[in-house]
T-cell receptor
Framework: GENVEQHPSTLSVQEGDSAVIKCTYS??????FPWYKQELGKRPQLIID?????GEKKDQRIAVTLNKTAKHFSLHITETQPEDSAVYFC??????????????FGKGTKLSVKP | EAGVVQSPRYKIIEKKQPVAFWCNPI?????LYWYRQNLGQGPELLIR????????DSQLPKDRFSAERLKGVDSTLKIQPAELGDSAVYLC????????????FGNGTRLTVT
């Protein structure tokens, strides 16, 4: 089945710097890759997603890139702000059988943005 | 629109006791998921429903866990008896359908088993 690896597990940046979080997936048939942000004690919230028919997607300070050949995708946050501090999870869909459509999550990256 | 609603928010029980969690998905969302999130980890799927049918329960520990989604709307997840290792946050999520629609999560139920 699908396996998602996420790096780094923790990331500390200075306010205004960029942050990059990387994920790899195992099943080349996966075609949907969302990113979720989870603040302490709160629900995971979708911040951006990308489908396999595009290589990059942007939404203001957030962008996601996808390399299907290498089976990895990355989250880029520019001009980081203290309110970006949270745990970020990547995910990939399981493409086959009874698990089709299920999201497999990475273990998360704790991002700390220092003022 | 109202989001996914879960209750209770917190639950503390002694081991071997039963516990139940309730979820009300976003109106019109046919697909409902129960995830378990251990501390410092990503959510892990327990069971997925399409309307009232459980279409993937392969990761549900069926000896002690059970779930139902009567009438294809609200859902309950039950653990009986609870074990110390069941301490986690139990997240419910819903989506419009299976075509890679975004998942909307509830706030979760934080279970502590003592």
């Amino acid at each position: 089945g699908e396996n998602v690896e996420q790096h780094p597990s923790t990331l500390s940046v200075q306010e205004g710097d960029s942050a990059v979080i990387k994920c790899t997936y195992s099943d080349s048939a996966s075609n949907y890759f969302p990113w979720y942000k989870q603040e302490l004690g709160k629900r995971p919230q979708l911040i951006i997603d990308i489908r396999s028919n595009v290589g990059e997607k942007k939404d203001q300070r957030i962008a996601v890139t996808l390399n299907k050949t290498a089976k990895h995708f990355s989250l880029h946050i520019t001009e980081t702000q203290p309110e970006d501090s949270a745990v970020y999870f990547c995910a990939a869909n399981a493409p086959y059988g009874g698990s089709q459509g299920n999201l497999i999550f990475g273990k998360g990256t704790k991002l700390s943005v220092k003022p | 629109e109202a989001g996914v609603v879960q209750s209770p928010r917190y639950k503390i029980i002694e081991k071997k006791q039963p516990v139940a969690f309730w979820c009300n998905p976003i109106s019109g969302h046919n697909t409902l998921y129960w995830y378990r999130q251990n501390l410092g980890q990503g959510p892990e799927l327990l069971i997925r429903y399409e309307n009232e049918e459980a279409v993937d329960d392969s990761q549900l520990p069926k000896d002690r866990f059970s779930a139902e989604r009567l009438k294809g709307v609200d859902s309950t997840l039950k653990i009986q008896p609870a074990e110390l290792g069941d301490s986690a946050v139990y997240l419910c999520a819903s989506s419009l359908d299976l075509s890679n629609s975004p998942l909307h999560f509830g706030n979760g139920t934080r279970l502590t088993v003592t």
